[in-house]
């Protein structure tokens, strides 16, 4: 029998795992090349029961059992008589160490038939972990909080993944099983019911997947297949297998599982962490490969997908399409604007940050997105990245002042508000939310959440917890973080994560996350304009320490990182010109700053009074 291709039309199956059928019962597949027979044990029903499975070509096996209701649980039966649960577990409702149990998707009564996502450019994105989102650390604790994020102005929340790993306490990129959804959280049906409800506020949800690697605890792939190679090597352990022996299984095993969850979780989004992670010398790389049938599927569905990638390359080959010679993804995370702005608001240079240089390297950021394209890197210490095109949409590029991996791999994992003021802060926000890129913001920013969010795990493996406490000491240590790391492994690190949301409304909290309105509500009107769209022209004043980003000639925007006031001269067109924001106002904690609401502009340069750390917007009438 040949193994058959992956579906591409509707209604979509997936043809690995467990599958409920109309008739009740239940077809197991799996990929399982390194054994000669293969049994599946199912509890439920009629008892235990155990079934040969039969043998098909390039290593699969299948077995059609009457009888299986929705939550029965199972287990693979190796020739060795031992019993291990399934690779493409839909869920581990008793950990990653327990069997998998069959999941029913018709089960869940969806409410979203009308929705049909948003397109990229009208995502504001809100980044969440689950655990920590709320005191309940569950996918009902995060809906709880989407009234909030919808009043704030967000359109679209990120999930930090959620791909069953071991314990309770996890960032999630330990998941050992891609297709099950962590039991903690609230499993499949927690995880629908999100979707579902913000679907229904009308607010896109984006999953953070991980193809570079799986968990170290309860990863039993190796069981059965050839899913990782030690051909290459991750920071995080064996790479996974996309271009060597039996790697066509692989790819479909990794596709099959991004269409998994746009599809029968309603996903409008993948976020593809560390790419760079991902090894394929193959003619056709699996990023397109997976980018190419992600898009086939969202338009077989009727509904706007997007696939973003997290990488640290600065390679323009993730965004240019496929004709071009690149893999087609829709967007890309861009850690330079990050560090650019990072090291002119704290003056840090250690480790990555390095290679930027305050704030000539924020406007380079803000003119051509990456930084360091082609140059020389002092951290690298080799030349690192490429120039994106100059007509490459800035509205590809997803950035942020803080995020899950630029908080959490500090030795404290404290946020910026534990060490900058409110001016600062408010500065930071600006330039995220009033720059050309896809803003992305991490929970609790807008509020100054002073909560860290340092690393932690709830590993159940004693010689792999030591070996999480020695390899994040000596990570951090590598990147120039001298101070005592919190131990990942106890649960009072977990705990001081979660975030207090009550604070937003006391005193400097409530005047920031007013600000975070007031910028986000400008933003959607300067977009409904065509403004904040395309690359602004830019201007940086070295002597006063400040930016300034003239969009369309008829939108400026001021961004001051100087604790002085300054006297600062702008090019402006002659006419009358509306201030829109400045944030000294005394409704978002400053002093004010006298600036004229409406100022008459009658020559090209007219110098404006900009207050320490401030921001000022100015627009034409």
């Known amino acids: 029998m040949t193994t058959p291709p992956l579906p591409r039309n509707e209604p979509w199956q997936l043809d690995l795992g467990a599958t409920a059928l109309a008739d009740g019962s239940c077809c197991f597949r799996i990929w399982a090349p390194r054994v000669e027979t293969l049994a599946v044990v199912v509890a439920g029903g009629p008892g235990e029961r155990l079934v040969a499975m039969t043998p098909e070509e390039r290593g699969y096996f299948s077995a059609r059992i009457p009888e299986v209701p929705a939550g029965s649980r199972y287990w693979y039966q190796l020739p060795d008589g031992s019993r291990r649960p399934d690779p493409a577990s839909r869920w581990q409702p008793d950990g990653v160490h327990g069997p998998s149990a069959m999941v029913a998707p018709a089960a869940y009564p969806w409410q979203d038939a009308a929705w049909t996502g948003l397109a990229l450019a009208d995502y504001l994105l809100y980044e969440v972990h689950v655990g920590t989102c709320s005191l309940a650390g569950t996918f009902a604790g995060v809906a709880a909080r989407l009234d909030h994020l919808v009043a704030l102005g967000v359109t679209a929340v990120e999930i930090m993944p959620v791909a069953q790993f071991p314990g309770h306490r996890n960032w999630?990129?330990?998941?050992?099983f891609p297709f099950a959804v962590q039991n903690s959280y609230g499993g499949p049906d927690g995880l629908k019911a999100l979707v579902d409800a913000c679907h229904q506020r009308g607010l896109a949800v984006l999953l953070d997947v991980v193809y570079n690697h799986l968990g170290p605890e309860g990863n039993y792939s190796g069981c059965f297949g050839y899913y990782t190679t030690d051909?290459?090597?991750?920071?995080?352990?064996?790479?996974?297998?996309?271009?060597?022996?039996?790697?066509?299984?692989?790819?479909?095993?990794?596709?099959?599982?991004?269409?998994?969850?746009?599809?029968?979780?309603?996903?409008?989004?993948?976020?593809?962490?560390?790419?760079?992670g991902i090894v394929d010398c193959g003619a056709r790389h699996i990023l397109a490969e997976l980018t190419a049938a992600v898009h086939r599927q969202a338009q077989a569905l009727g509904r706007q997908v997007q696939v973003i990638a997290e990488s640290d390359q600065n390679d323009p080959r993730l965004l240019a399409q496929p004709a071009a010679g690149g893999f087609g993804l829709d967007g890309q995370w861009n850690d330079d604007f990050h560090h650019a702005l990072h090291v002119l608001?704290?003056?840090?240079?250690?480790?990555?940050?390095?290679?930027?240089s305050g704030l000539s390297s924020l406007a380079r950021a803000c003119r051509q997105?990456?930084?360091?394209?082609?140059?020389?890197?002092?951290?690298?210490?080799?030349?690192?990245?490429?120039?994106?095109?100059?007509?490459?949409?800035?509205?590809?590029?997803?950035?942020?002042?803080?995020?899950?991996?630029?908080?959490?791999?500090?030795?404290q994992g404290d946020r910026l508000a534990a060490s900058l003021g409110l001016p600062q802060l408010k500065l930071a926000a600006a330039c995220v939310l009033l720059s050309p890129f896809v803003p992305l913001l991490f929970m609790g920013e807008e509020y100054g959440e002073p909560a860290p969010f340092p690393y932690f795990v709830s590993h159940g493996d004693p010689e792999l917890v030591a070996a999480v406490r020695a390899g994040r000491r000596q990570e951090l240590a590598a990147a120039g973080w001298r101070k005592e790391v919190p131990d990942p492994q106890d649960e009072a690190t977990f705990a001081a994560a979660r975030l207090r949301p009550g604070l937003a409304s006391q005193g400097a909290h409530a005047c920031l996350l007013g600000w975070y309105h007031a910028l986000i509500a400008l933003r959607r009107q300067l977009r409904a304009q065509d403004l904040v769209t395309g690359r602004p022209a830019v201007a940086e004043d070295r002597e006063r320490q400040a930016l300034v980003l003239t969009y369309r000639q008829a939108l400026v925007v001021v961004l001051g990182f100087s604790g002085q006031a300054q006297q600062l001269p702008l090019s402006m067109t002659p006419g009358r010109w509306r201030l829109r924001i400045d944030s000294t106002a005394p409704r978002w904690g400053g002093p004010g700053s006298g600036l004229p609401a409406v100022l008459p502009v009658d020559a090209p340069v007219q110098a404006v009074q900009l207050p320490p750390f401030g921001v000022v917007v100015y627009q034409e009438e």
């Open 231 to 276: 051909r290459y090597r991750t920071p995080w352990g064996q790479a996974i297998n996309f271009d060597g022996p039996w790697s066509d299984e692989v790819r479909h095993f990794v596709i099959a599982n991004a269409l998994y969850w746009i599809t029968e979780y309603h996903l409008d989004g993948l976020r593809l962490d560390a790419v760079h």
């Open 172 to 176: 999630g990129y330990d998941g050992a």
């Open 345 to 356: 608001l704290t003056g840090e240079r250690q480790g990555y940050y390095q290679d930027f």
């Open 369 to 411: 997105g990456f930084v360091v394209a082609g140059d020389y890197s002092a951290y690298r210490r080799r030349r690192h990245g490429a120039p994106l095109p100059p007509d490459l949409d800035p509205g590809r590029l997803v950035v942020f002042a803080q995020n899950h991996d630029q908080v959490g791999n500090r030795a």
